[in-house]
Structures are given as C-alpha cells and as structure tokens.
C-alpha cells in the first residue's frame, strides 16, 4: 500500500533554513496535491500549504511567504522549505496526500486520505 | 482564516461507552468537514469526510454528521483501540484549519 515516509534535520539553528522531503512508496505521486502539515508541542495542527504534480502551490499566509514547496516526480518525493526559521517553527512535521469527492454536483470535498508518521523539527542553536 | 472550535477539549470514557465530540466553525462550511485520529508515534488517519462519509476499512461505530457551522464525530461503542485524540478539518476554503483536538482517555 501507499506509504509516506518525512525526512530531514532535525534540529535546525534559528534563522537559517528548514528543509524536509516527504517519499511516497508503494503507489505513484502523480495527479494529487501532497501537503504538509505541523504542530507544534501542546499546541493545534497548522496546515502549511501544498502542491500538485503539476506544480501549483497554495500557502498558508500565516507563513508570511517563507515557505517553498516543491515536487520530483522521478524520484517520488515532494519537499518544503521554510526560511528565517524560529523557535516558533519547532513542531512535529506531517506530510500528507490530499485527495476529494464530490459532494454536489458543483462542490468537491478535500481531505487527507495518507499521513507520514511525521518527524519532530527542533529550531534551537 | 475559518476557526474551528472542538469540545470537550478532552474526556474520559469507559470500553463500551458513546462517546460524542462537537466541532463549530466560525462561518458555514456546507458539509466540508473532516474528522481524523491520532495516536502518538503512528501516522494520522481519516475516519470521516465530508461530514458523514465512512472512509473506507474504518469500523461502522464511527459516524458523522452536520453541516453548515455544527458537526458531531460518534463512537456508538467505545473500544481499546480508539483511546486517542480527534481533530476536526474543514476543507471549505483556504488556508485549511482545523480543530484543537479532542483528547479521549481511559476512565
């Protein structure tokens, strides 16, 4: 079965830049958007934003445009880069599949149907 | 961004029990609404989407229901395996948000 694996730093010193790369096994990443999603220690889960295989990226404004996302789809794996990173951006980073049904003959549902097990991200010099 | 707003913030249920968690969101979101489970250590998983729709190979005692501002995820008959914490979604509009989670512990 489809599998997604996070991969990356751990520990990231503050200001520098943050970079994680999610491999998809067992299927192909081809025709859905993949994302990432974060929380932090005691804290809510934080959409980060996503990607097609196409290419298209929607972000989370919150990121205040430090975050990159992009995809190889010859070597199955999407990726993210956060820049000028913080105490702030230490969490547990999830990346996931996003797929939809329709709900209406006009509305579509988005959802995510696969998770990473996720990988903590500590920012700390 | 579109709060989403769950409660109880946590619980505690005995094997056997119903168990029911609401989730608000601050403006209608139709029926884009997703309920997932997370348990520490695994990868998160859907158990609802689109507010009462089963994924598949996830066990009928969940369901969902709602639409507009007001849904509820329902375990009719609590087990083992679903000691975990729950977190709502809605899909309706970017950025995606979800829900701060609902915690469901051992009585």
């Known amino acids: 079965q489809v599998q997604l694996q996070e991969s990356g730093p751990g520990l990231v010193k503050p200001s520098e830049t943050l970079s994680l790369t999610c491999t998809v096994s067992?299927?192909?990443?081809?025709?859905?958007?993949w994302s990432w999603v974060r929380q932090p220690a005691g804290k809510g889960l934080e959409w980060i934003g996503r990607?097609?295989?196409?290419?298209?990226?929607h972000y989370n404004p919150s990121l205040k445009s430090r975050g990159t996302m992009s995809v190889d789809t010859s070597k199955n794996q999407f990726s993210v880069k956060l820049s000028s990173v913080t105490a702030a951006d230490t969490a547990v980073y999830y990346c996931?599949?996003?797929?939809?049904?329709?709900?209406?003959?006009?509305?579509?549902?988005?959802?995510?149907?696969?998770w990473g097990r996720g990988t903590l991200v500590t920012v700390s010099s | 961004d579109i709060q989403m707003t769950q409660s109880p913030s946590s619980l505690s249920a005995s094997v056997g029990d119903r168990v029911t968690i609401t989730c608000r969101a601050s403006q209608s979101i139709y029926s884009h609404l997703n309920w997932y489970q997370y348990k520490p250590g695994k990868a998160p998983k859907v158990l609802i989407y689109a507010a009462s729709s089963l994924e598949s190979g996830v066990p009928s005692r969940f369901s969902g229901s709602g639409s507009g501002t007001d849904f509820t995820l329902t375990i009719s008959s609590l087990q083992p395996e679903d000691f975990a914490t729950y977190h709502c979604q809605q899909s309706h509009t970017l950025p995606w948000t979800f829900g701060q989670g609902t915690k469901v512990e051992i009585k």
């Open positions: 996931a599949r996003e797929t939809h049904v329709g709900i209406s003959s006009i509305l579509i549902n988005w959802y995510f149907d696969l």
């Open positions: 067992g299927g192909s990443i081809s025709n859905y958007y």
């Open positions: 990607i097609s295989t196409s290419g298209i990226t």
